[in-house]
């Protein structure tokens, strides 16, 4: 998952701008049988390419789980223009994603016709990571440091917010530009003093690499942040027209990411053998730590896999529009868990 949020929120911005087309000319994705009598077909679009956010998934399709359920299940990478556009525009049932990011897909006078359907996560798990012994152990230790920005309002206002929190002065803060691939090498080479990150990746890889670091979760300072990351979303015109075959889905993956939670080693195998990018090949030893470190994660204290929280939904995007991040109040809107399994 190389992957930074620069890329993440460059793509659903992108995604964005066509919000107006895509509301205008989304259609629901054909699900029909076509040859294979009863057979539904499923397209998935992932955020990025394959890593142990998409492991049920994975499972799922390894162990018959979506064959069972009558599916025909095809997970795919991302276009140009990112799988939120991908899922609205109709050309994908299905599609990840992550809460904050998604704000740019709904915030719109036309928003895109998606709807988040699954927690993939139940807490959020990025936050900052340094050099250890660095004293950026705690959000103000920031102050008089170099932090690595890709320069966007809600990665800033969310920084502002917790070294604010902390009894820090953000204005203390060096702000580089942030083109770092690899964040322990980053720190390790003294690129950097701190940059954001997910834990359950570049965390693990810092272990794997054996760059000592420490490391802070937003959460962990601020509620308000335990927002939903990654997501699940949906097409709206699927939805609509289709909802039992979204309920079967969502149902065969559910099963797969309890396969994960229990069976951890196995699991990452089904990935690594998977993942038709092959960009896992050569990770095994990162691919198994953080899959042990995630799999305990994907249902966490929740009561079931999936679930989404309406008081932690609505207070993160509560909290967009009262700092003016999104012009319309998103509160209340873009999430439903009325497509899980009970």
């Excluded at 620069?6 to 919000?19: E, F, G, P």
């Excluded at 359920?69 to 050309?91: N, R, T």
């Excluded at 902390?166 to 964040?183: A, H, R």
Aim: charged share 25%; hydrophobic share 35%.
């Amino acid at each position: 998952m190389r992957k930074t949020l620069k890329t993440i929120v460059t793509i659903v911005l992108s995604a964005a701008m066509l919000a107006g087309l895509s509301a205008c000319g989304s259609s629901a994705p054909d699900s029909s049988t076509g040859s294979k009598g009863s057979v539904k077909k499923i397209t998935v679009s992932l955020d990025w390419t394959p890593n142990t956010n998409h492991t049920g998934m994975y499972v799922a399709q390894a162990l018959g789980y979506y064959k069972e359920a009558g599916l025909e299940v095809e997970i795919v990478q991302p276009p140009e223009d990112g799988a939120v556009s991908m899922c609205a525009a109709g050309q994908a049932q299905f599609a990840i994603d992550a809460q904050d990011t998604t704000a740019g897909a709904l915030d719109s006078d036309t928003p895109m016709e998606v709807t988040t359907v699954a927690a993939l996560i139940q807490h959020n798990t990025s936050g900052i990571i340094s050099r250890k012994g660095d004293g950026i152990n705690h959000p103000s230790g920031l102050e008089g440091k170099r932090y690595s920005t890709w320069n966007l309002p809600v990665e800033l206002a969310t920084l502002e917010q917790v070294v604010k929190d902390d009894g820090g002065d953000f204005s203390k803060v060096e702000l580089i530009p942030n083109t770092i691939t690899d964040e322990p090498a980053a720190l390790r080479e003294k690129q950097t003093d701190a940059v954001w990150v997910f834990y359950g990746w570049s965390g693990i890889n810092a272990e794997v690499e054996g760059v000592e670091v420490d490391y802070w979760n937003f959460r962990d300072i601020n509620p308000v942040f335990d927002y939903y990351t990654p997501t699940m979303i949906a097409n709206n015109d699927f939805l609509a027209n289709d909802p039992e075959t979204a309920k079967a889905f969502l149902e065969a993956t559910k099963k797969g990411y309890e396969y994960a939670v229990d069976h951890p080693k196995e699991a990452a195998d089904y990935l690594i053998k998977g993942d038709s990018t092959g960009s896992l090949k050569d990770s095994a030893d990162l691919v198994y730590k953080s899959q042990e470190y995630l799999s305990p994660l994907y249902i966490d204290d929740a009561d079931r896999w999936g679930v989404i929280d309406e008081g932690r939904w609505n207070a993160f995007y509560s909290w967009l529009y009262e700092n003016k991040l999104t012009k319309n109040d998103l509160t209340g809107t873009g999430f439903s868990n009325d497509y899980l399994p009970q």
